[in-house]
C-alpha cells in the first residue's frame, strides 16, 4: 500500500525530470482544478506544489494563482508569500511583490524577505528606502550580505550619495 510520501516522491521525481505535465496530472484535475487524492488532504502543501510546476514552466500567472490558494489554506505561509512575490519580480510588477514581502516580513522577518523588500523598492526607484534596507542584511560572512553591499553601492549611485 502507498504511503502519501510515496504518491509525493512519485511527483517530485517527475519534476525532478522536468517532466512537468506529467507531474501535473498526478496531482491536479485540470478540468476542474482540484486537486486529486492524496493531495487534497495537506491543501497548502498540495497547491504550493502544483504553483511550483507552473513556476518551472514559466507559467507565472498560474503559479500565482495556486500560491494564492495555498495561501488561502494557511494564511501565515511566509514562503508562499514569498514565492508569489518571487512571480511579481518575474512578470515585472515589483510594486505587488512589495505587498507581499511586507506580509512576509511581519510574520517573520528573514533577512531573505528583507533582502527582496528592498530589490522591490529599488525596481520601483525607491532608491532611499531599498538602501535603508540593504543596510539591515546583517551576516557579513553570507552571500546575501555581498549581494545587498553591492545594491548598496547601486543604489547610492541613483541617489548621488
Given at each position: 500500500m502507498l504511503t502519501n510520501k510515496d504518491y509525493y516522491d512519485k511527483v517530485y521525481s517527475l519534476i525532478r525530470q522536468k517532466k512537468y505535465d506529467e507531474a501535473l496530472a498526478e496531482i491536479l484535475d485540470q478540468g476542474t482544478e482540484t486537486l486529486i487524492p492524496p493531495y487534497d488532504e495537506d491543501l497548502n502543501h498540495g497547491?504550493?506544489?502544483?504553483?511550483?510546476?507552473?513556476?518551472?514552466?514559466?507559467?507565472?500567472?498560474?503559479?500565482?494563482s495556486f500560491l494564492i490558494k495555498s495561501l488561502d489554506d494557511r494564511e501565515d505561509d511566509t514562503e508562499a508569500m514569498h514565492a508569489i512575490s518571487d512571480c511579481y519580480f518575474k512578470i515585472n510588477r515589483p510594486d505587488i511583490a512589495e505587498?507581499?514581502?511586507?506580509s512576509a516580513i511581519a510574520i517573520e522577518p528573514?533577512?531573505?524577505?528583507?533582502?527582496n523588500l528592498a530589490n522591490s523598492l529599488y525596481?520601483?526607484?525607491?532608491?532611499?528606502?531599498?538602501?535603508?534596507?540593504?543596510?539591515?542584511?546583517?551576516?557579513?560572512?553570507?552571500?546575501?550580505h555581498r549581494m545587498a553591499q553591492k545594491n548598496s553601492i547601486l543604489a547610492k549611485e541613483r541617489i548621488g550619495k
Open positions: 497547491w504550493y506544489l502544483v504553483a511550483d510546476i507552473y513556476y518551472k514552466k514559466k507559467d507565472y500567472q498560474k503559479a500565482i505587498k507581499y514581502l511586507q528573514k533577512q531573505i524577505y528583507v533582502y525596481d520601483q526607484g525607491m532608491f532611499s528606502e531599498a538602501l535603508k534596507l540593504y543596510k539591515t542584511i546583517t551576516n557579513e560572512d553570507s552571500e546575501l
